[in-house]
């Protein structure tokens, strides 16, 4: 689960790390109170939303769809640019190189005081699956796409594996202090703030912390200037101030049903939807769809233990998405049994009516019986051995149609 | 032979009294596996009902093990407490008989518990942990064998390929593929999906390299992490006998969590393509499609003259 900025910083700040005052706003009239109560005469008007890349964003009209501005992170120098920038921001579509081509709408924003920037550096701290250790990435080329920076000059991006019991030890947060060339002021408050960011990362369940930049101001003081916080969702049972932090709009609504209903969905481009059981047959059966010059509208794993009305929500799911124009269910059944899976298909098809041509691949247990089941039903169901058989069927089914 | 669970292994289930725990341990029954008892912390001194045999509770891994020097554990109890469970168990394998085998199957654990545990595990030599979040081990016998996990047991039968996987229906699907052309296999493991797991690729490689059992081995990885390019270059470098290979997550799109915690392509690494890439550059033989893995299993046993 992903928060915006504004969240992450009250994060911070609540656990006494070095943050700019900031005020979060949800329309221009706000925007200005804040203005006016925050008392800095620069500050940085900053787009909320849940992808990297804003300041190299673009703006669009939401009505209109013309370009409304450049950059969705603006640094305002008196009132009225902050009039003009929260008018161009708010209620608009910021497209940025994580959104994709669709963007996403801003309604929120953060007014934050300005602060005299001396240098901008990268921190970052996530799980290392291959040492299984927390790892704090830290550069002194902040500021900029660290992934760029870790394809050009990787050994710009010093690496530290931290003990989740001992914690950011005296030695470590001087190696990152030697490595990012701190000194005095600046150095001693950047091992007080890693220290403390480590404590949160792990009191919360952070899965990321990513902090692009980090500064280091005139004053030599560290403050995190960004906030890219995200939590394991495994973990959110114990963190239900965490879960109150949720922006639904943020995420696409029928993921959200996909996941109420156990099932794990994701939308994609294609028009063949598919529906598996097992997130790595899952996969492997959009791979084989596009093998066969197909293309996948939708991962959707079912899970383990399936039954009739997940199956049902399963295709509801897939055919509100317009651009499906057919049904690929493939399902190796262990746990799970065919009959049952094919019995499933046939109650969903007849109470949502389905036209679009239906591909059905069984294999496992009981699946002799799951065939006849749906040989029987007299239902416009086409049955396939392997997982190619069933991909090449489909495609040729779309194909036809055309 | 096989790797790390004979087929008379002595098994225990953490968690036999709630309903996945028993359901499983009823299939592992059915199959033939040695179920000797289970661990339900309160609910030590009942029985269990497995269907063709009854076993007994203990409420620690301790006493479960003293009394029925059990090899293994299969963990069924729910994803908050499964972190301690492993810890409970490795602690209890190591001061009871210096080892044993840990076999989680719970999904959805915490990963910074998975991190706490699999660092407690790693400090225990003898103790082996596999999943999480995974369908388990595996080693069929002449009849029966020994079944940890919610694998179908029915589509296995003993022979000579091992099979390692991130994925369960998947690894299901590698399976049916060996038996297509007359292979059975002689362990399959399942290394789970989550970002932190125990035994990883090249501990499955390895162990099976050293099997005098094993002919080949078929090797399934997914979208996400460096493992597969990791077990690659040791491949690479250590592996004498045939690796066929697959991974899943060619269409995956970045930044999306496919399903699995751990499958995700995010700052451009975890590709599917440098993965097959990686394991090419290895001898490692990728099948396109799972329903090619028979075809290039046999390919590499004949030119290895095994068929």
């Given at each position: ?57 673009r703006l669009y009209d939401s009505i209109s769809g013309s370009i ?335 | ?83 301690a469970a492993i810890i409970e168990a490795a602690d209890a394998f ?214």
């Amino acid at each position: 689960m992903n928060i915006h900025e504004y969240q992450g910083k009250a994060l911070f700040r609540e656990a006494g790390l070095p943050v700019l005052e900031g005020v979060h706003c949800k329309t221009v009239e706000e925007a200005l109170d804040a203005y006016d109560k925050l008392g800095s005469e620069i500050v940085a008007v900053k787009s909320q939303i849940h992808a990297g890349g804003r300041g190299k964003g673009r703006l669009y009209d939401s009505i209109s769809g013309s370009i409304t501005m450049e950059g969705g992170v603006k640094i305002a120098f008196n009132r009225d640019d902050v009039e003009t920038y929260s008018t161009n921001i708010l209620g608009n579509r910021l497209v940025t190189k994580q959104t994709g081509e669709a963007g996403k709408t801003v309604n929120n924003l953060y007014i934050e005081s300005g602060c005299a920037i001396a240098h901008e550096y990268y921190l970052a701290i996530l799980v290392d699956r291959e040492e299984k250790m927390p790892l704090i990435m830290a550069s002194t080329e902040g500021g900029m796409d660290i992934e760029e920076v870790a394809a050009s000059t990787p050994e710009a991006i010093h690496k530290v594996h931290v003990d989740i019991e001992a914690g950011v030890t005296s030695q470590q947060a001087y190696e990152l202090t030697i490595a990012l060339k701190l000194q005095g002021d600046a150095a001693a408050s950047f091992v007080e703030m890693i220290q403390g960011l480590f404590s949160l990362f792990v009191e919360k369940d952070c899965s990321m912390v990513e902090i692009n930049p980090l500064v280091r101001t005139d004053d030599e003081e560290m403050i995190l200037l960004d906030a890219k916080v995200g939590f394991d969702d495994n973990a959110l049972f114990r963190h239900p101030e965490i879960v109150e932090l949720r922006d639904l709009s943020e995420e696409q609504s029928t993921e959200i049903r996909a996941k109420e209903a156990g099932l794990s969905y994701v939308k994609l481009d294609g028009d063949i939807g598919c529906l598996v059981n097992g997130a790595g047959l899952a996969m492997a059966t959009m791979d084989v769809i596009k093998l066969y010059g197909g293309e996948p509208a939708n991962f959707l794993d079912v899970g383990g233990g399936a039954d009739e009305e997940q199956v049902t929500t399963a295709f509801s799911i897939i055919l509100e998405d317009p651009n499906v124009k057919g049904i690929l269910v493939n399902i190796f059944g262990g746990i799970m049994r065919c009959d049952i899976i094919a019995k499933g298909v046939i109650a969903a098809t007849e109470a949502l009516g389905l036209e679009d041509p239906l591909v059905v691949r069984l294999v496992g247990t009981n699946f002799e019986e799951g065939r006849r089941i749906l040989a029987d039903s007299g239902l416009n169901i086409h049955t396939a051995e392997t997982l190619a058989d069933g991909a090449e069927k489909i495609v040729a089914l779309i194909g036809g149609d055309e | 032979m096989a790797i790390w669970i004979e087929e008379d292994a002595k098994i225990l289930v953490q968690g036999i009294t709630g309903n996945q725990g028993t359901f499983h341990a009823t299939k592992s029954v059915e199959f033939g596996s040695n179920i000797v008892g289970g661990v339900t912390p309160g609910k030590g001194g009942q029985t269990v009902d497995l269907g063709l045999k009854k076993v007994p509770v203990w409420n620690k891994m301790t006493e479960a093990i003293e009394e029925t020097d059990a090899d293994a554990s299969a963990i069924y109890v729910p994803p908050r407490f499964a972190g301690a469970a492993i810890i409970e168990a490795a602690d209890a394998f190591n001061e009871i008989k210096g080892g044993g085998v840990i076999v989680c199957i719970t999904e959805g654990i915490p990963t910074l518990d998975m991190v706490r545990a699999t660092s407690h595990v790693r400090a225990i030599e003898g103790v082996r942990l596999i999943g999480p979040n995974c369908p388990g081990i595996i080693t069929p016998g002449e009849t029966g064998g020994a079944k940890i996990g919610i694998m179908p047991g029915h589509i296995h039968a003993k022979g000579r390929i091992g099979v390692v996987s991130k994925s369960g229906t998947l690894t299901y699907e590698a399976v049916a593929q060996t038996m297509s052309i007359d292979e059975g296999q002689t362990t399959c493991v399942g290394i789970g999906g989550d970002p932190v797991n125990g035994t990883g690729f090249i501990d499955c490689l390895s162990a099976f390299e050293a099997d005098p059992q094993t002919a080949a081995v078929v090797m399934i990885g997914e979208i996400g992490g460096s493992a597969e390019e990791e077990a690659a270059e040791w491949v690479a470098e250590n592996m004498s006998k045939p690796v066929v290979g697959f991974v899943a997550g060619m269409t995956a799109p970045p930044g999306k969590r496919m399903g699995h915690a751990g499958a995700i392509i995010s700052g451009g690494k975890g590709t599917a393509s440098e993965k097959v890439a990686a394991m090419e550059a290895a001898g490692i033989r990728c099948a396109n499609d799972p329903s090619e893995i028979g075809a290039v299993l046999l390919k590499s046993l004949q030119d290895a003259g095994l068929r």
